[in-house]
């Protein structure tokens, strides 16, 4: 890859200049770290509308959810199916983390499965839509799909969350930092250094 020396906030500058046009209605960003975004917070005008991060039961980051909705930032999830995209178990960047139970077999997710009659897929999607974030799992066959958009009229209470809480590993899949020669999640959960 060839990174371009114009740095991130005369970017984020220019995003916020396309909104006084009419061209976009809304600017975000993905896989920023704090202290990246507290750049933007702090020298730009516009507050970020979404950021799109991995997030799944494996990775919670629960002090950079609590950030986000403090600063009113709206988090997409990516990759809520944690190590299910067999890309990240096969090849990777893999550590050791690659080869953990695909998300999916998880026991703690089978049984709040078995408790509410649905798959662990869809628990694990609704996990995020419950503490309202939107979610963007990836799919190419069709029931997959239908299963996954049902996801989001599941309610789950209090006790399933306390056990899904227990399932956070800071398992990180989708870090390509050396490839990107730019280090990525600097000082998150799951990062390489
Ligand atoms: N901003 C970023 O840097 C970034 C990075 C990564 C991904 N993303 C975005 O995040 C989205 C999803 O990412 P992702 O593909 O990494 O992860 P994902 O949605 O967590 O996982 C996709 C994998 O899960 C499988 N799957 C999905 N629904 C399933 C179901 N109901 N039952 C069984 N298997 C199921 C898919 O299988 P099949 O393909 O066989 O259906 C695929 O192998 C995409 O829109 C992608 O563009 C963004």
């Known amino acids: 890859m060839v990174t371009?020396?114009?740095?991130?906030?005369?970017?984020?500058?220019?995003?916020?200049?396309?909104?006084?046009t009419g061209k976009t209605r809304a600017i975000g960003v993905s896989n920023f770290s704090k202290s990246e975004l507290e750049v933007i917070l702090r020298e730009g005008s516009v507050?970020?509308?979404?950021?799109?991060?991995?997030?799944?039961?494996?990775?919670?980051?629960?002090?950079?959810?609590?950030w986000?909705?403090?600063?009113?930032?709206?988090?997409?999830?990516?990759?809520?199916?944690?190590?299910?995209?067999?890309?990240?178990?096969?090849?990777?960047?893999?550590?050791?983390e690659a080869h953990i139970t695909r998300l999916i077999d998880h026991p703690v997710l089978l049984n709040v499965a078995k408790k509410h009659g649905k798959t662990?897929?869809?628990?694990?999607?609704?996990?995020?839509?419950?503490?309202r974030r939107a979610v963007i799992p990836k799919?190419?066959?069709?029931?997959?799909?239908?299963?996954?958009?049902?996801?989001?009229?599941?309610?789950?209470?209090?006790?399933?969350?306390?056990?899904?809480a227990s399932m956070d590993q800071k398992a990180r899949f989708n870090d390509p930092s050396a490839d990107f020669g730019y280090k990525l999640y600097i000082g998150l959960d799951g990062a390489t250094v």
């Open 68 to 96: 986000h909705m403090e600063k009113g930032i709206q988090i997409i999830q990516f990759s809520p199916c944690g190590n299910l995209n067999a890309f990240y178990r096969d090849v990777s960047w893999a550590k050791e």
């Open 4 to 20: 371009d020396p114009t740095s991130f906030i005369d970017t984020w500058k220019a995003m916020e200049k396309l909104l006084k």
């Open 47 to 66: 507050v970020p509308a979404a950021h799109q991060l991995e997030l799944h039961p494996y990775l919670q980051q629960k002090d950079f959810v609590a």
């Open 139 to 164: 799919s190419t066959i069709e029931w997959q799909i239908l299963e996954n958009a049902a996801a989001d009229k599941i309610v789950l209470d209090e006790e399933d969350l306390k056990e899904i």
């Open 120 to 131: 662990p897929i869809q628990i694990a999607l609704a996990w995020g839509v419950v503490n």
